[in-house]
């Protein structure tokens, strides 16, 4: 899908404020009328994009409900183990969580840089790129992520446990739902766990946050000053579902319906939904791909994300590094934000069908795309991850967290990591056990 071309708005903006301020000093008089003109325009043109009609069956191809998204889903195995063994979870679920954090970790200090400056500064410092270790420098080292964690805290030198990030913080924060409100927690729960949790948030989800704090029900959290609604926040949100339910794709997905929708519609639902199921696949098969494909069966046929990820698997077979994923992925999707699911979903794509059940090699060529790259190296890191299991996760990538994990979460900033696991596998055999 083309996007129109876009309109100059931002330089125009710059030069109306700039050009009115240089009138001031020359003591023109009507700088404040000008500026109040064009404000009152723009709000006049923000009201109609918002009353564009929209295309009646690409609505009906995109629900938002979730019988409707059920009924448009493809063939699938919906669960795959016949029961559940605690002991081959729990190595899986350490190599999920353990590859998660260390895709995060390693993507979050370079979070949107561009790949040419993530070589340049990699050669400048002296580290291989794609990094095959955690920074050993990095820009800023005392800026702050989050009021928490340095960016020094992300470096080789500086790390001592897994730094906040949101992409982690709603890992936890979902199961922080699940415990409080039960394995049948609703999409209101959700939002009251955000209430209760959350002292900030970003686009989709702090849009969301605001309008809880008004007074919008749960249930129309989502549709109120939110253009944001198809980025990737509900994306970042999808492994804690699939932790609960391994080798259960269907409701793996249907958890994460009950989270996304919190803050999100269509493509922004399925994103979390498909990479959930993905997740949850990944802890019964060999291989990434076959992860890939079972989560596209949770989503409906013919949505976008469901034919984009379809591309992606259909051209991976000549990208052979992160360049030429990253090339793909701006030809392909030319106009599209840089924080979309559907581009990131197809680098998370790349960067596994690339690295394969090398944990190493998937969230290093995964960060070293860019765009939103903290995010898809996690998603990738948890998949590949769930199927090498913690033997798997080669253990300088792990190590240097010392089996803690930071938040940024009211009254909720410390974990273990070992404790984490303990919990998600209650969660986990209470969901199979109901089955």
């Not at 125009?12 to 240089?22: C, N």
């Not at 009152?40 to 690409?58: F, N, S, V, W, Y």
């Not at 699940?178 to 209760?196: I, N, P, Q």
């Amino acid at each position: 899908m083309a996007y129109p071309k876009e309109p100059k708005v931002y330089e125009l903006a710059g030069k109306i404020i700039e050009y009115g301020r240089l009138a001031h000093e020359y003591g023109g008089r009507d700088v404040a009328d000008a500026w109040i003109d064009i404000e009152e325009k723009m709000k006049e043109t923000l009201q109609r994009l918002k009353g564009l009609p929209i295309d009646a069956k690409l609505s009906q191809q995109e629900p938002d409900d979730l019988p409707s998204i059920q009924a448009q889903r493809t063939e699938g195995p919906r669960k795959l183990w016949g029961s559940f063994d605690k002991a081959v979870y729990k190595e899986k679920l350490e190599g999920a969580m353990l590859a998660r954090f260390a895709g995060c970790t390693l993507g979050a200090p370079v979070e949107f840089w561009e790949v040419h400056d993530m070589e340049q500064w990699a050669a400048y410092i002296g580290d291989a790129f794609p990094p095959q270790h955690y920074w050993t420098k990095i820009k800023n080292p005392n800026d702050l992520r989050y009021g928490k964690s340095t960016f020094y805290e992300y470096t080789l030198e500086g790390l001592t446990q897994v730094p906040v990030d949101d992409d982690i913080t709603y890992t936890i924060l979902g199961l922080l739902i699940a415990e409080e409100h039960g394995l049948r927690f609703t999409t209101e729960d959700v939002g009251k766990s955000w209430l209760k949790y959350l002292p900030v948030a970003c686009t989709a989800e702090e849009a969301a946050l605001n309008n809880l704090k008004a007074g919008i029900p749960a249930l129309q959290a989502a549709d109120v000053n939110n253009p944001f609604c198809q980025w990737i926040g509900a994306d970042i949100r999808s492994d804690p579902w699939a932790y609960m339910a391994p080798a259960y794709p269907a409701k793996a997905a249907e958890y994460a319906y009950r989270d996304a929708y919190l803050s999100h519609r269509r493509n922004g639902i399925y994103g979390e939904m498909f990479f959930s199921a993905a997740q949850a696949a990944a802890f019964a098969v060999d291989h990434p791909e076959q992860a890939l494909r079972i989560g596209l069966t949770e989503i409906p046929k013919d949505c976008s994300l469901y034919k984009d990820v379809e591309w992606a698997l259909t051209v991976s077979g000549e990208i052979h590094d992160y360049k030429e994923a990253r090339a793909a992925v701006n030809e392909h999707f030319k106009g599209m934000s840089g924080v979309h699911t559907n581009n990131n979903a197809c680098l998370t794509v790349f960067g596994l069908m690339i690295g394969g059940t090398d944990v190493s090699k998937v969230i290093s060529e995964t960060v070293a795309m860019g765009l939103d790259n903290d995010c898809t190296a996690a998603t990738a890191g948890s998949i590949v991850g769930a199927i090498v299991g913690k033997s798997g996760v080669p253990e300088h990538w792990v190590k240097p967290f010392h089996d803690t994990v930071t938040t940024y979460m009211i009254d909720a900033e410390k974990f273990k990591i070992s404790d984490l696991v303990e919990r998600f596998a209650i969660l986990a055999g209470k969901t199979h056990h109901d089955a």
